[in-house]
């Protein structure tokens, strides 16, 4: 069975929730600590969406929980960055 790629799971849920979000580019790599495994992901999206609570959002992904959200402006629009852990 295919497992569901939680990237493009991230994105997604990031657009159902704040529509309007343009992605311009993302990256994600392979994250590892002890006990968990999971992905660091990164997004430079347009500007002009406020993303105000979305460290505290509910963010649904198969197969993965968002254990860490972070946002900021920056010169060429808004950087997202995510932290996303196997839950199975």
Same mark, same amino acid.
Request: hydrophobic fraction near 45%.
């Given at each position: 069975m295919r497992r569901a790629d939680p990237h493009r799971g991230l994105i997604r849920a990031?657009? $159902?929730r704040y529509p309007g979000l343009l992605v311009l580019t993302?990256?994600?790599?392979?994250? $590892?600590?002890?006990?968990?495994?999971?992905?660091?992901h990164r997004l430079l999206c347009g500007a002009g969406i406020d993303l105000t609570g979305a460290e505290e959002a509910d963010l649904p992904l198969a197969g993965h929980i968002v254990a860490d959200l972070s946002w900021r402006e920056d010169a060429g629009g808004l950087v997202i960055e995510a932290l996303t852990i196997e839950t199975d």
């Open positions: 990031l657009i $159902a993302s990256s994600s790599e392979p994250w $590892a600590s002890v006990t968990f495994s999971g992905m660091r």
